[in-house]
Protein backbone atom coordinates (compact mmCIF):
# COMPACT_ATOMS: atom_id res chain seq x y z
CA UNK A 1 0.00 0.00 0.00
CA UNK A 2 1.04 3.47 -0.51
CA UNK A 3 1.37 5.54 2.60
CA UNK A 4 1.92 9.36 3.01
CA UNK A 5 2.88 10.18 7.10
CA UNK A 6 2.52 14.06 7.94
CA UNK A 7 3.44 15.66 10.99
CA UNK A 8 1.81 19.58 11.18
CA UNK A 9 3.86 22.71 10.28
CA UNK A 10 2.93 24.52 13.33
CA UNK A 11 6.18 25.59 15.41
CA UNK A 12 6.64 27.02 18.70
CA UNK A 13 7.64 30.13 19.87
CA UNK A 14 10.96 28.68 21.43
CA UNK A 15 12.10 26.52 18.36
CA UNK A 16 11.87 28.96 15.82
CA UNK A 17 12.39 27.44 12.51
CA UNK A 18 15.16 29.65 11.65
CA UNK A 19 17.37 27.80 14.30
CA UNK A 20 15.38 24.19 14.57
CA UNK A 21 13.61 21.81 12.76
CA UNK A 22 13.32 18.41 14.16
CA UNK A 23 11.84 15.56 13.05
CA UNK A 24 8.41 13.71 14.61
CA UNK A 25 9.81 10.45 15.87
CA UNK A 26 6.19 9.06 15.96
CA UNK A 27 6.22 8.74 12.09
CA UNK A 28 9.20 7.06 11.58
CA UNK A 29 8.56 4.46 14.48
CA UNK A 30 5.36 4.00 12.72
CA UNK A 31 6.76 3.55 9.54
CA UNK A 32 9.25 1.14 11.32
CA UNK A 33 6.45 -1.01 12.43
CA UNK A 34 4.39 -1.61 9.30
CA UNK A 35 4.87 -4.97 7.07
CA UNK A 36 8.10 -4.00 4.78
CA UNK A 37 6.23 -4.49 1.57
CA UNK A 38 4.23 -1.26 2.02
CA UNK A 39 5.87 2.12 0.45
CA UNK A 40 5.93 4.94 3.32
CA UNK A 41 6.82 8.39 3.05
CA UNK A 42 6.86 10.39 6.08
CA UNK A 43 7.19 14.43 5.46
CA UNK A 44 7.92 16.36 8.17
CA UNK A 45 5.92 19.67 7.13
CA UNK A 46 8.13 22.06 9.47
CA UNK A 47 10.46 21.75 6.61
CA UNK A 48 8.46 23.32 4.08
CA UNK A 49 6.81 26.14 6.45
CA UNK A 50 6.47 28.44 3.90
CA UNK A 51 5.04 26.05 1.26
CA UNK A 52 2.81 23.88 3.02
CA UNK A 53 0.27 24.06 0.16
CA UNK A 54 2.14 22.96 -2.65
CA UNK A 55 4.04 20.30 -0.72
CA UNK A 56 1.26 18.58 0.19
CA UNK A 57 0.12 18.85 -3.17
CA UNK A 58 3.18 17.78 -4.67
CA UNK A 59 3.51 14.64 -2.20
CA UNK A 60 -0.05 13.47 -3.38
CA UNK A 61 0.64 13.90 -6.89
CA UNK A 62 4.19 12.09 -6.41
CA UNK A 63 3.06 9.75 -3.51
CA UNK A 64 -0.57 8.75 -4.28
CA UNK A 65 -0.93 7.19 -1.27
CA UNK A 66 -4.18 4.96 -0.74
CA UNK A 67 -3.91 5.81 2.86
CA UNK A 68 -2.70 9.25 4.92
CA UNK A 69 -1.35 9.63 8.49
CA UNK A 70 -1.33 12.73 10.39
CA UNK A 71 0.34 13.13 13.53
CA UNK A 72 -1.60 16.30 15.23
CA UNK A 73 -1.18 17.96 18.73
CA UNK A 74 -3.80 20.06 20.21
CA UNK A 75 -2.72 23.82 18.73
CA UNK A 76 -2.35 21.87 15.36
CA UNK A 77 -5.69 21.17 15.20
CA UNK A 78 -6.87 23.42 12.86
CA UNK A 79 -4.00 22.93 10.67
CA UNK A 80 -4.72 19.60 10.61
CA UNK A 81 -8.17 20.33 9.13
CA UNK A 82 -7.13 22.42 6.48
CA UNK A 83 -4.79 20.08 5.24
CA UNK A 84 -7.37 17.06 5.24
CA UNK A 85 -10.03 19.12 2.99
CA UNK A 86 -6.84 19.66 1.05
CA UNK A 87 -5.92 16.05 0.62
CA UNK A 88 -9.90 15.13 0.32
CA UNK A 89 -9.83 17.77 -2.84
CA UNK A 90 -7.34 16.01 -4.62
CA UNK A 91 -7.86 12.67 -3.84
CA UNK A 92 -11.57 12.21 -2.48
CA UNK A 93 -11.12 7.70 -2.34
CA UNK A 94 -7.57 8.31 -0.27
CA UNK A 95 -8.20 7.33 3.50
CA UNK A 96 -7.26 9.22 6.45
CA UNK A 97 -6.03 8.28 9.32
CA UNK A 98 -5.16 10.96 12.86
CA UNK A 99 -2.92 10.31 15.91
CA UNK A 100 -1.07 11.36 18.47
CA UNK A 101 -1.72 14.16 21.53
CA UNK A 102 -4.74 15.58 20.30
CA UNK A 103 -7.04 12.75 18.41
CA UNK A 104 -5.68 10.27 21.03
CA UNK A 105 -7.12 12.78 24.22
CA UNK A 106 -10.01 14.78 22.59
CA UNK A 107 -10.92 12.14 19.84
CA UNK A 108 -14.79 13.45 19.83
CA UNK A 109 -13.77 16.15 18.25
CA UNK A 110 -11.74 14.18 15.26
CA UNK A 111 -15.24 12.33 14.09
CA UNK A 112 -17.22 15.04 12.72
CA UNK A 113 -18.95 13.89 9.18
CA UNK A 114 -17.45 16.98 7.72
CA UNK A 115 -14.15 16.19 8.29
CA UNK A 116 -13.89 13.25 6.26
CA UNK A 117 -11.41 10.91 8.82
CA UNK A 118 -11.43 7.63 8.83
CA UNK A 119 -10.23 6.45 11.50
CA UNK A 120 -8.26 8.00 14.76
CA UNK A 121 -5.59 5.53 16.25
CA UNK A 122 -5.82 6.41 20.42
CA UNK A 123 -2.58 5.99 22.55
CA UNK A 124 0.95 4.48 21.04
CA UNK A 125 0.13 3.91 17.33
CA UNK A 126 2.61 1.28 16.17
CA UNK A 127 0.98 -2.08 16.24
CA UNK A 128 -2.20 -0.23 15.99
CA UNK A 129 -1.37 1.47 12.87
CA UNK A 130 -0.03 -1.88 11.68
CA UNK A 131 -3.36 -3.81 12.20
CA UNK A 132 -5.47 -1.00 10.53
CA UNK A 133 -3.14 -1.21 7.54
CA UNK A 134 -3.36 -5.03 7.70
CA UNK A 135 -7.30 -4.79 8.09
CA UNK A 136 -7.94 -2.25 5.23
CA UNK A 137 -5.03 -4.76 2.64
CA UNK A 138 -7.14 -7.65 3.48
CA UNK A 139 -10.56 -6.17 3.94
CA UNK A 140 -11.34 -7.60 7.05
CA UNK A 141 -13.33 -6.02 10.24
CA UNK A 142 -11.43 -3.32 11.96
CA UNK A 143 -13.68 -4.20 14.41
CA UNK A 144 -11.35 -6.43 16.45
CA UNK A 145 -8.32 -3.48 16.68
CA UNK A 146 -7.77 -2.63 20.16
CA UNK A 147 -6.75 1.23 20.46
CA UNK A 148 -8.89 2.29 16.93
CA UNK A 149 -11.79 4.54 16.91
CA UNK A 150 -13.50 4.36 12.52
CA UNK A 151 -15.93 5.37 10.96
CA UNK A 152 -18.76 2.82 9.80
CA UNK A 153 -21.18 4.70 7.78
CA UNK A 154 -22.17 7.83 9.62
CA UNK A 155 -21.42 6.32 12.47
CA UNK A 156 -18.59 6.36 14.40
CA UNK A 157 -16.73 3.25 16.05
CA UNK A 158 -15.09 3.15 19.22
CA UNK A 159 -12.81 0.17 19.89
CA UNK A 160 -11.40 -0.59 23.48
CA UNK A 161 -8.20 1.02 24.27
CA UNK A 162 -4.54 -0.73 23.28
CA UNK A 163 -2.25 -1.67 26.84
CA UNK A 164 0.85 0.51 26.68
CA UNK A 165 3.17 -1.99 24.84
CA UNK A 166 6.08 -3.37 26.76
CA UNK A 167 9.07 -2.27 24.76
CA UNK A 168 11.34 -4.25 26.93
CA UNK A 169 10.68 -7.39 24.83
CA UNK A 170 11.42 -6.04 21.33
CA UNK A 171 7.85 -5.61 20.52
CA UNK A 172 8.47 -2.21 18.56
CA UNK A 173 11.07 -2.21 16.12
CA UNK A 174 13.61 0.68 15.36
CA UNK A 175 12.08 3.96 13.54
CA UNK A 176 12.53 3.82 9.80
CA UNK A 177 14.03 7.19 8.85
CA UNK A 178 14.64 5.85 5.26
CA UNK A 179 11.01 6.39 4.74
CA UNK A 180 11.55 10.44 5.16
CA UNK A 181 11.16 12.80 1.71
CA UNK A 182 11.81 15.94 2.67
CA UNK A 183 15.38 17.05 3.83
CA UNK A 184 16.91 20.11 6.09
CA UNK A 185 16.49 18.97 9.79
CA UNK A 186 18.21 21.39 12.05
CA UNK A 187 19.88 22.43 15.61
CA UNK A 188 21.68 25.35 14.94
CA UNK A 189 23.01 24.38 11.65
CA UNK A 190 23.73 20.91 12.90
CA UNK A 191 21.55 17.85 11.27
CA UNK A 192 19.24 17.18 13.81
CA UNK A 193 17.61 13.83 14.91
CA UNK A 194 15.49 12.21 17.70
CA UNK A 195 15.48 8.74 19.65
CA UNK A 196 13.74 7.20 22.06
CA UNK A 197 15.35 5.32 24.94
CA UNK A 198 11.90 4.93 27.40
CA UNK A 199 9.02 5.27 27.26
CA UNK A 200 6.23 6.84 29.99
CA UNK A 201 6.91 8.32 33.48
CA UNK A 202 5.40 7.61 36.65
CA UNK A 203 4.93 11.21 38.11
CA UNK A 204 1.48 13.11 37.87
CA UNK A 205 2.28 16.93 37.11
CA UNK A 206 -0.92 18.40 36.82
CA UNK A 207 -0.38 19.93 33.30
CA UNK A 208 1.31 16.77 31.30
CA UNK A 209 -0.65 14.96 29.22
CA UNK A 210 1.30 11.82 29.47
CA UNK A 211 -0.87 9.97 32.39
CA UNK A 212 -3.85 10.30 30.17
CA UNK A 213 -1.91 9.17 27.20
CA UNK A 214 -0.43 6.21 28.62
CA UNK A 215 -0.85 5.60 32.62
CA UNK A 216 1.92 5.57 35.13
CA UNK A 217 4.14 3.42 33.88
CA UNK A 218 7.88 3.62 32.86
CA UNK A 219 9.34 1.13 29.98
CA UNK A 220 13.24 0.92 28.69
CA UNK A 221 14.42 0.15 25.52
CA UNK A 222 17.21 -2.09 25.92
CA UNK A 223 20.50 0.05 25.49
CA UNK A 224 21.57 -2.05 22.45
CA UNK A 225 18.85 -1.24 20.76
CA UNK A 226 19.26 3.00 21.89
CA UNK A 227 22.75 2.44 20.37
CA UNK A 228 22.07 1.03 17.17
CA UNK A 229 19.12 3.50 16.85
CA UNK A 230 21.42 6.50 17.58
CA UNK A 231 23.89 5.16 14.87
CA UNK A 232 21.77 5.11 12.44
CA UNK A 233 20.64 8.42 13.13
CA UNK A 234 24.29 9.21 12.93
CA UNK A 235 25.23 7.28 9.94
CA UNK A 236 22.22 9.18 8.44
CA UNK A 237 24.06 12.77 9.28
CA UNK A 238 23.12 13.24 12.50
CA UNK A 239 25.26 15.35 14.34
CA UNK A 240 22.90 16.58 17.00
CA UNK A 241 20.30 14.26 18.85
CA UNK A 242 17.10 14.77 20.66
CA UNK A 243 16.49 12.22 23.27
CA UNK A 244 12.88 12.60 22.94
CA UNK A 245 11.94 10.38 26.31
CA UNK A 246 8.94 11.64 28.17
CA UNK A 247 11.56 11.65 31.60
CA UNK A 248 14.50 9.57 31.08
CA UNK A 249 15.99 10.68 34.44
CA UNK A 250 13.43 8.48 36.40
CA UNK A 251 16.09 5.22 36.61
CA UNK A 252 19.22 7.61 36.86
CA UNK A 253 21.25 4.17 37.10
CA UNK A 254 20.03 3.28 33.44
CA UNK A 255 20.93 6.89 32.16
CA UNK A 256 24.44 6.40 33.31
CA UNK A 257 24.62 3.36 31.72
CA UNK A 258 23.70 4.83 28.73
CA UNK A 259 25.61 7.74 28.54
CA UNK A 260 28.71 4.87 29.16
CA UNK A 261 27.03 2.73 26.45
CA UNK A 262 27.37 6.17 24.12
CA UNK A 263 31.38 6.45 25.07
CA UNK A 264 32.21 2.96 24.39
CA UNK A 265 30.19 3.10 21.18
CA UNK A 266 32.39 6.34 20.12
CA UNK A 267 29.12 7.86 19.55
CA UNK A 268 29.93 10.93 22.52
CA UNK A 269 31.42 13.04 19.62
CA UNK A 270 27.22 13.45 18.82
CA UNK A 271 25.60 16.42 20.80
CA UNK A 272 22.84 15.58 22.48
CA UNK A 273 19.60 17.51 23.62
CA UNK A 274 17.79 15.46 26.61
CA UNK A 275 14.91 16.78 29.43
CA UNK A 276 14.99 15.49 32.98
CA UNK A 277 14.04 16.12 36.41
CA UNK A 278 15.62 18.43 38.89
CA UNK A 279 15.78 16.40 41.59
CA UNK A 280 18.09 13.43 40.54
CA UNK A 281 20.34 15.62 38.82
CA UNK A 282 20.60 17.67 41.51
CA UNK A 283 21.14 14.42 43.95
CA UNK A 284 23.44 12.27 41.68
CA UNK A 285 26.09 15.63 41.73
CA UNK A 286 29.33 15.84 39.98
CA UNK A 287 29.56 12.10 38.88
CA UNK A 288 26.13 12.25 36.66
CA UNK A 289 26.95 16.14 35.06
CA UNK A 290 30.62 14.96 34.25
CA UNK A 291 29.63 11.67 32.51
CA UNK A 292 26.49 13.31 30.73
CA UNK A 293 29.57 15.68 29.50
CA UNK A 294 32.04 12.80 28.52
CA UNK A 295 29.35 11.18 26.68
CA UNK A 296 28.54 14.07 24.78
CA UNK A 297 25.68 16.09 26.02
CA UNK A 298 25.59 20.39 25.13
CA UNK A 299 21.74 21.18 26.61
CA UNK A 300 19.63 19.59 29.08
CA UNK A 301 15.84 20.69 29.19
CA UNK A 302 15.30 21.14 32.90
CA UNK A 303 11.42 20.67 34.28
CA UNK A 304 11.93 23.40 36.94
CA UNK A 305 8.25 24.39 36.49
CA UNK A 306 8.53 26.93 38.83
CA UNK A 307 10.63 28.16 41.64
CA UNK A 308 8.05 29.10 44.05
CA UNK A 309 6.56 25.90 46.38
CA UNK A 310 3.04 27.21 46.19
CA UNK A 311 3.22 26.86 42.59
CA UNK A 312 4.80 23.59 42.28
CA UNK A 313 1.86 22.24 44.66
CA UNK A 314 -0.48 23.71 42.18
CA UNK A 315 1.35 22.17 39.10
CA UNK A 316 1.60 18.76 41.19
CA UNK A 317 5.35 18.90 40.31
CA UNK A 318 6.92 19.42 43.94
CA UNK A 319 8.04 15.61 44.39
CA UNK A 320 10.34 15.72 41.23
CA UNK A 321 11.64 19.33 41.93
CA UNK A 322 12.66 19.16 45.39
CA UNK A 323 14.82 16.89 47.57
CA UNK A 324 14.21 15.66 51.80
CA UNK A 325 16.62 16.98 54.30
CA UNK A 326 16.16 17.82 57.64
CA UNK A 327 14.94 20.79 57.07
CA UNK A 328 12.34 19.41 55.10
CA UNK A 329 12.02 19.88 51.75
CA UNK A 330 14.14 22.01 49.10
CA UNK A 331 13.91 22.93 45.54
CA UNK A 332 16.71 21.33 43.58
CA UNK A 333 16.13 24.23 40.78
CA UNK A 334 19.06 25.90 41.51
CA UNK A 335 21.43 22.77 42.51
CA UNK A 336 20.62 21.29 39.18
CA UNK A 337 21.21 24.15 37.60
CA UNK A 338 24.88 24.76 38.96
CA UNK A 339 25.86 21.31 38.87
CA UNK A 340 24.70 21.14 34.94
CA UNK A 341 26.76 24.58 34.46
CA UNK A 342 29.95 23.27 36.39
CA UNK A 343 30.61 20.65 33.90
CA UNK A 344 29.86 22.90 31.01
CA UNK A 345 26.34 21.97 30.24
CA UNK A 346 23.89 24.50 29.07
CA UNK A 347 20.26 24.49 30.91
CA UNK A 348 16.82 25.11 28.74
CA UNK A 349 14.79 26.35 31.49
CA UNK A 350 11.25 25.14 31.29
CA UNK A 351 9.41 27.35 33.08
CA UNK A 352 5.29 27.84 33.99
CA UNK A 353 4.05 31.03 34.82
CA UNK A 354 0.28 32.26 35.18
CA UNK A 355 -1.08 29.79 37.64
CA UNK A 356 -4.13 30.77 39.22
CA UNK A 357 -2.91 31.99 42.38
CA UNK A 358 0.01 34.08 41.31
CA UNK A 359 0.57 37.61 41.58
CA UNK A 360 3.02 39.97 39.66
CA UNK A 361 5.95 39.24 42.48
CA UNK A 362 5.71 35.45 41.68
CA UNK A 363 5.90 35.97 37.87
CA UNK A 364 8.73 38.26 38.19
CA UNK A 365 10.58 36.21 40.89
CA UNK A 366 10.47 33.09 38.37
CA UNK A 367 11.44 35.40 35.29
CA UNK A 368 14.44 36.59 37.30
CA UNK A 369 15.25 33.07 38.31
CA UNK A 370 15.11 32.34 34.68
CA UNK A 371 17.46 35.77 33.96
CA UNK A 372 19.63 34.93 36.39
CA UNK A 373 19.95 31.29 35.71
CA UNK A 374 19.37 29.56 32.39
CA UNK A 375 20.56 29.78 29.07
CA UNK A 376 17.41 29.08 26.70
CA UNK A 377 14.39 30.56 28.46
CA UNK A 378 11.37 27.90 27.63
CA UNK A 379 8.97 29.72 29.51
CA UNK A 380 4.85 29.03 29.30
CA UNK A 381 1.59 29.63 30.37
CA UNK A 382 -0.72 27.07 32.03
CA UNK A 383 -2.01 25.78 28.93
CA UNK A 384 -5.96 23.07 29.14
CA UNK A 385 -4.57 20.39 27.06
CA UNK A 386 -6.85 17.59 26.88
CA UNK A 387 -7.64 15.48 29.28
CA UNK A 388 -5.23 16.80 31.93
CA UNK A 389 -6.06 17.53 35.74
CA UNK A 390 -5.01 21.15 34.73
CA UNK A 391 -7.74 21.17 32.27
CA UNK A 392 -10.31 19.38 34.70
CA UNK A 393 -9.32 22.15 37.52
CA UNK A 394 -9.59 25.44 35.19
CA UNK A 395 -12.82 24.59 33.71
CA UNK A 396 -14.69 23.25 36.55
CA UNK A 397 -13.59 27.12 38.17
CA UNK A 398 -14.39 28.59 35.08
CA UNK A 399 -10.65 30.13 33.88
CA UNK A 400 -10.47 29.12 30.51
CA UNK A 401 -10.93 32.82 28.84
CA UNK A 402 -9.73 31.31 25.43
CA UNK A 403 -10.99 28.18 23.76
CA UNK A 404 -9.20 28.75 20.68
CA UNK A 405 -7.17 25.21 20.40
CA UNK A 406 -4.74 27.20 17.76
CA UNK A 407 -3.83 29.59 20.43
CA UNK A 408 -2.53 26.77 22.81
CA UNK A 409 1.01 26.99 22.01
CA UNK A 410 2.20 27.06 25.51
CA UNK A 411 3.42 30.67 24.87
CA UNK A 412 0.05 32.22 24.56
CA UNK A 413 -1.93 32.68 27.98
CA UNK A 414 -5.37 31.18 27.54
CA UNK A 415 -6.60 31.13 31.15
CA UNK A 416 -7.74 33.55 34.15
CA UNK A 417 -5.64 34.00 37.73
CA UNK A 418 -7.03 34.74 40.90
CA UNK A 419 -5.00 38.58 40.63
CA UNK A 420 -4.05 39.19 36.90
CA UNK A 421 -4.99 39.21 33.36
CA UNK A 422 -3.76 36.34 31.12
CA UNK A 423 -2.41 39.18 28.81
CA UNK A 424 -0.48 40.65 31.57
CA UNK A 425 1.17 37.45 32.46
CA UNK A 426 1.89 37.01 28.73
CA UNK A 427 3.29 40.30 28.33
CA UNK A 428 5.71 40.24 30.83
CA UNK A 429 6.88 36.94 29.51
CA UNK A 430 7.49 38.03 26.27
CA UNK A 431 9.18 41.26 27.55
CA UNK A 432 11.24 39.21 29.64
CA UNK A 433 12.15 36.44 27.38
CA UNK A 434 13.62 38.15 24.42
CA UNK A 435 16.56 40.08 26.06
CA UNK A 436 17.79 36.55 27.57
CA UNK A 437 17.43 34.60 24.43
CA UNK A 438 19.93 37.53 22.88
CA UNK A 439 22.20 36.70 25.67
CA UNK A 440 22.68 33.22 24.72
CA UNK A 441 23.79 33.69 21.29
CA UNK A 442 27.78 34.28 21.69
CA UNK A 443 27.72 30.74 23.70
CA UNK A 444 25.49 29.81 19.94
CA UNK A 445 28.37 31.09 18.11
CA UNK A 446 31.22 29.75 19.76
CA UNK A 447 29.33 26.21 18.81
CA UNK A 448 28.42 26.77 15.52
CA UNK A 449 30.21 30.51 14.30
CA UNK A 450 28.78 29.84 10.36
CA UNK A 451 25.20 29.52 11.01
CA UNK A 452 25.31 31.93 13.76
CA UNK A 453 26.65 34.76 11.53
CA UNK A 454 24.82 33.62 8.33
CA UNK A 455 21.10 33.10 10.28
CA UNK A 456 21.96 36.02 12.98
CA UNK A 457 19.66 38.52 11.35
CA UNK A 458 16.90 35.65 10.90
CA UNK A 459 16.98 34.81 14.55
CA UNK A 460 17.26 38.23 16.30
CA UNK A 461 14.06 39.37 13.35
CA UNK A 462 12.14 36.40 15.00
CA UNK A 463 13.12 37.21 18.58
CA UNK A 464 11.85 40.75 18.01
CA UNK A 465 9.38 40.44 15.81
CA UNK A 466 6.62 43.65 15.99
CA UNK A 467 9.82 45.91 17.06
CA UNK A 468 10.60 48.99 14.44
CA UNK A 469 12.80 51.83 14.62
CA UNK A 470 10.10 53.91 16.24
CA UNK A 471 10.06 51.42 19.31
CA UNK A 472 13.94 51.44 19.13
CA UNK A 473 14.06 55.10 19.17
CA UNK A 474 11.95 54.89 22.28
CA UNK A 475 8.99 56.66 19.68
CA UNK A 476 6.52 53.46 20.83
CA UNK A 477 5.67 51.66 24.30
CA UNK A 478 6.57 48.56 24.66
CA UNK A 479 2.84 47.77 24.71
CA UNK A 480 2.57 48.96 21.04
CA UNK A 481 5.17 46.07 20.25
CA UNK A 482 3.64 43.36 21.79
CA UNK A 483 0.40 44.32 20.34
CA UNK A 484 1.64 43.90 17.27
CA UNK A 485 3.62 40.95 17.59
CA UNK A 486 0.64 39.42 18.69
CA UNK A 487 -1.02 40.10 15.31
CA UNK A 488 2.11 38.54 13.81
CA UNK A 489 1.42 35.55 15.63
CA UNK A 490 -1.81 35.16 14.18
CA UNK A 491 -1.10 35.65 11.15
CA UNK A 492 1.60 33.14 11.38
CA UNK A 493 -0.43 30.85 12.35
CA UNK A 494 -2.62 30.76 8.42
CA UNK A 495 0.02 27.97 7.71
CA UNK A 496 -2.03 27.56 4.68
CA UNK A 497 -4.22 28.96 2.39
CA UNK A 498 -7.35 25.96 2.23
CA UNK A 499 -10.54 26.39 4.13
CA UNK A 500 -11.21 25.13 7.61
CA UNK A 501 -14.29 22.96 6.84
CA UNK A 502 -15.21 23.02 10.63
CA UNK A 503 -14.62 27.03 10.77
CA UNK A 504 -16.89 28.96 8.72
CA UNK A 505 -15.79 32.15 8.82
CA UNK A 506 -12.18 31.56 9.09
CA UNK A 507 -12.93 29.64 5.69
CA UNK A 508 -14.06 32.66 4.35
CA UNK A 509 -10.70 35.23 4.81
CA UNK A 510 -8.68 31.67 3.98
CA UNK A 511 -10.65 31.71 0.88
CA UNK A 512 -9.71 35.34 -0.08
CA UNK A 513 -6.09 34.73 0.66
CA UNK A 514 -6.32 31.88 -1.94
CA UNK A 515 -7.77 33.92 -4.64
C1 LIG B 1 9.90 15.49 22.61
C2 LIG B 1 8.75 16.43 22.79
C3 LIG B 1 8.85 17.67 22.18
C4 LIG B 1 10.00 18.08 21.30
C5 LIG B 1 9.63 17.69 19.85
C6 LIG B 1 10.71 17.07 19.06
C7 LIG B 1 10.13 16.42 17.82
N1 LIG B 1 10.12 17.10 16.70
O1 LIG B 1 9.65 15.30 17.88
C8 LIG B 1 10.01 19.62 21.52
C9 LIG B 1 10.79 19.96 22.76
C10 LIG B 1 10.55 20.44 20.37
C11 LIG B 1 8.52 19.82 21.83
C12 LIG B 1 7.89 21.00 21.64
C13 LIG B 1 6.55 21.18 21.89
N2 LIG B 1 5.73 20.35 22.53
CO1 LIG B 1 6.23 18.57 23.03
N3 LIG B 1 6.63 16.89 23.76
C14 LIG B 1 7.62 16.08 23.56
C15 LIG B 1 7.41 14.80 24.39
C16 LIG B 1 8.30 14.86 25.62
C17 LIG B 1 7.69 13.48 23.67
C18 LIG B 1 7.07 13.35 22.29
C19 LIG B 1 7.69 12.20 21.54
O2 LIG B 1 8.43 12.38 20.59
N4 LIG B 1 7.43 10.95 21.96
C20 LIG B 1 7.92 9.77 21.27
C21 LIG B 1 6.95 9.36 20.14
C22 LIG B 1 7.37 8.07 19.45
O3 LIG B 1 5.71 9.14 20.76
P1 LIG B 1 4.40 10.02 20.49
O4 LIG B 1 4.76 11.34 19.97
O5 LIG B 1 3.48 9.91 21.60
O6 LIG B 1 3.76 9.20 19.27
C23 LIG B 1 3.08 7.99 19.49
C24 LIG B 1 1.55 8.18 19.57
O7 LIG B 1 1.18 9.48 19.95
C25 LIG B 1 1.06 7.82 18.22
N5 LIG B 1 1.07 8.78 17.13
C26 LIG B 1 1.63 9.99 17.06
N6 LIG B 1 1.41 10.54 15.85
C27 LIG B 1 0.70 9.67 15.13
C28 LIG B 1 0.22 9.74 13.82
C29 LIG B 1 -0.50 8.66 13.32
C30 LIG B 1 -0.99 8.70 11.91
C31 LIG B 1 -0.73 7.51 14.12
C32 LIG B 1 -1.46 6.37 13.57
C33 LIG B 1 -0.25 7.47 15.45
C34 LIG B 1 0.47 8.54 15.93
O8 LIG B 1 1.95 6.77 17.84
C35 LIG B 1 3.28 7.15 18.25
C36 LIG B 1 4.11 5.91 18.49
O9 LIG B 1 3.59 5.14 19.54
C37 LIG B 1 5.88 14.88 24.72
C38 LIG B 1 5.36 14.11 25.91
C39 LIG B 1 5.76 14.54 27.31
N7 LIG B 1 5.98 13.63 28.19
O10 LIG B 1 5.90 15.69 27.58
C40 LIG B 1 5.61 16.41 24.67
C41 LIG B 1 4.26 16.86 24.13
C42 LIG B 1 3.90 15.99 22.94
N8 LIG B 1 4.52 18.22 23.67
C43 LIG B 1 3.52 19.01 23.82
C44 LIG B 1 3.50 20.38 23.48
C45 LIG B 1 2.25 21.15 23.81
C46 LIG B 1 4.57 20.99 22.84
C47 LIG B 1 4.68 22.46 22.50
C48 LIG B 1 3.46 23.13 21.88
C49 LIG B 1 5.02 23.29 23.71
C50 LIG B 1 5.83 22.55 24.69
N9 LIG B 1 5.18 22.02 25.70
O11 LIG B 1 7.02 22.47 24.57
C51 LIG B 1 5.89 22.46 21.52
C52 LIG B 1 5.43 22.45 20.06
C53 LIG B 1 6.29 21.64 19.14
C54 LIG B 1 6.23 22.05 17.73
N10 LIG B 1 5.54 21.35 16.87
O12 LIG B 1 6.80 23.03 17.35
C55 LIG B 1 2.36 18.32 24.51
C56 LIG B 1 1.20 18.01 23.55
C57 LIG B 1 -0.14 18.19 24.23
C58 LIG B 1 -1.25 18.27 23.26
N11 LIG B 1 -2.43 17.82 23.67
O13 LIG B 1 -1.11 18.75 22.17
C59 LIG B 1 3.08 17.08 25.14
C60 LIG B 1 2.21 15.86 25.29
C61 LIG B 1 3.62 17.54 26.52
C62 LIG B 1 2.52 17.99 27.45
N12 LIG B 1 2.38 19.27 27.66
O14 LIG B 1 1.79 17.23 27.99
N13 LIG B 1 7.97 18.69 22.32
S1 LIG C 1 7.75 14.46 35.28
FE1 LIG C 1 7.62 15.23 33.16
S2 LIG C 1 6.74 13.54 31.93
FE2 LIG C 1 6.39 13.08 34.12
S3 LIG C 1 4.31 13.83 34.53
FE3 LIG C 1 5.76 15.49 35.09
S4 LIG C 1 5.99 16.77 33.21
FE4 LIG C 1 5.00 14.80 32.60
Redesign the pocket.
Known amino acids: MQIL?LS?P???EH?PTVA?R??????A??AGNLDPHHDVAIADL?LAQASVRTTVERLMHDVAPELV???V????RSTARRIIALIRSIAPSTRV??????P??APDVWTHPDLGIDAI?R????L??RELVRAMEHGTPLSAIPGLWYRDGTAFRRNPGRPVAAVEDGGIARPNRAARVLSGYTMLGRQVD?V?TS?G?TFDCS????IE?RGRNFFRFPIARVIDDIRDARDRGARSI?L?D??ITLDVDRFESLCHAIIEAGLHRIDYLV?GMTAPIASRGDALAALMRRAGFRYV?LGIENVLDEDLVFLKARAKNSRLNAAGRTNTSLAAVDVLHRHGLLVVGGLIVGSPGDRRESVSANLEFARRHVDWP?I?HP?P??G?PMTRDFEQRGLVVNSRPDEY??TTAVTRGEHLEPEEVEFMRWKAERWMKVRHMPTAFRHDPWFVMRHAPGMLAHTFRGTTWRSIVGLEEDRDVFQRYRAIRRRERQYLDWPDPLAPAESASALQLAQ
Open positions: LMDSFTVMPNGALSLVGLSMTFQVVGGYDSLVGEGETFVERCFCSIMFVDNQFYQTYPTDG
